[in-house]
């Protein structure tokens, strides 16, 4: 057989010889040309899978998402498969660098951590909700031995509700720096439940008061300072400025009469919507993408300006009250989000501010002592489509001058 085979071998023409030859040539090219588009096919497959690891998906916006180079952690999305129309958006648009922008996460904060991509505008209106009750007593008089009080015993039970609406527009000025601004709308309302006790009172007195209007308007600024990226850690830089738009706490009527039955000083008739002073609050937030959760924490430090001769508003007419200098705000938050799907995402946080004493006429106001806030955080958010998430956030006062619970609800929209 084999002297067979060689003899048909030794039959061919030259001219056969010639054409098997250049069709083993051609298929030989043909299999390494396949084999360059294969390798050529995983590396781009690999590059657009790192693209979308780091920077979540392009068509969410952190939270307010509240972003695109960070700002808002709102919606820390991974993706695991990229879909045709996702790999045909990154080649259209290289806005910016896949290791300089960093995963999104569920907004729990006020401060949004991933920003607005250059050119792009998102717009935010949001509601949120507080509610708080403090008790007090209040004792006018003497103790003459440990166990007997002369003089008058009031004790009181405050219970708050605010509704917060607000609207707010960010503009990303390059993939590094946006702006932002913020228009509040509050409504407030107040219930007093009150009982002077060794006076002859039966009964509680209830007083209420309500006051609604625009708050105090913001801006703020911020920029990302490095190129992070997977275990890497992403420095944002923030400077908000605050005014004093809202009625402050010196305009509204402030009832300061007396009654024998009574103890009703410095009631206020009608609640303010505003703090009263300008403020200026730098701070920086750093974010850590680490597989399979995003770590984020703040530092702030909020100065209020002082106001010189301020005057309160009462029904026995202007007080003048001087100058005064409210204590600053040491503020810090931290916390983790995590993905639950591609279009689902959960945080939880702390948050926590040290408000300083106040000083009037340069001295200490009485009765001023430093106030800590503290609230633990708790969010979700759900990507609907490619320009719209909605954010859902509750918090849960852990100090007693902080706000029992704290509801709030985003709905950012990228244009």
Not at 82 to 90: I, R
Request: hydrophobic share 30%; net charge neutral.
């Amino acid at each position: 057989m084999l002297c067979s085979g060689l003899a048909q071998g030794a039959d061919l023409s030259f001219e056969q010889e010639k054409e098997l030859r250049s069709q083993i040539n051609e298929q030989t090219k043909r299999l390494e040309a396949l084999r360059q588009q294969m390798v050529e096919a995983d590396a781009k497959l690999a590059e657009i899978r790192k693209v979308l690891g780091i920077e979540t998906l392009r068509s969410t916006r952190g939270g307010t998402g509240n972003s695109a180079t960070i700002k808002d952690p709102q919606s820390f999305e991974l993706a695991q498969a990229p879909s045709s129309t996702q790999t045909e958006a990154l080649r259209r648009e290289p806005t910016q660098p896949a290791e300089s922008r960093p995963q999104q996460v569920a907004q729990i904060f006020e401060q949004p951590g991933v920003l607005t991509p250059r050119g792009k505008f998102v717009l935010e209106p949001g509601l949120q909700y507080s509610y708080s009750s403090s008790s007090r007593v209040s004792i006018v008089g003497y103790t003459i031995i440990p166990a007997l009080t002369i003089g008058l015993i009031d004790v009181r039970e405050v219970k708050r509700n605010t509704f917060t609406g607000s609207l707010t527009g960010r503009w990303g000025i390059t993939n590094r720096f946006e702006i932002e601004a913020k228009l509040p709308y509050v409504y407030r309302s107040d219930d007093v439940l009150a009982r002077p006790i060794n006076s002859g009172s039966g009964r509680d007195e209830l007083f209420s008061s309500t006051g609604n209007g625009i708050g105090d308007v913001e801006v703020t600024g911020r920029y990302q300072f490095n190129d992070g990226g997977i275990d890497k850690p992403y420095y944002i830089g923030t400077l908000r400025f605050k005014s004093r738009t809202g009625k402050d706490p010196f305009e509204v009527l402030t009832d300061t009469s007396s009654s024998p039955n009574v103890i009703s000083n410095e009631i206020q008739k009608e609640l303010p919507t505003g703090s009263g002073f300008y403020t200026l609050q730098p701070g920086l937030t750093m974010l850590y993408p680490t597989d399979p959760a995003v770590f984020f924490g703040s530092l702030n430090y909020q100065y209020n300006f002082k106001r010189s001769g301020v005057t309160m508003n009462t029904t026995q007419g202007p007080v003048s009250l001087g100058d005064i200098e409210p204590g600053p705000v040491i503020g810090f938050n931290f916390g983790m989000g995590l993905a639950l799907n591609e279009r689902s995402s959960f945080s939880i946080g702390y948050d926590h501010a040290s408000v300083g004493q106040t000083k009037i006429n340069g001295v200490k106001a009485l009765n001023s002592v430093r106030t800590q806030l503290g609230t633990l955080l708790l969010g979700y958010s759900q990507r609907l489509d490619s320009t719209r998430s909605l954010n859902v956030s509750v918090g849960a006062g852990v100090t007693r001058d902080t706000p029992d619970i704290t509801l709030s609800v985003r709905l950012p929209m990228s244009f």
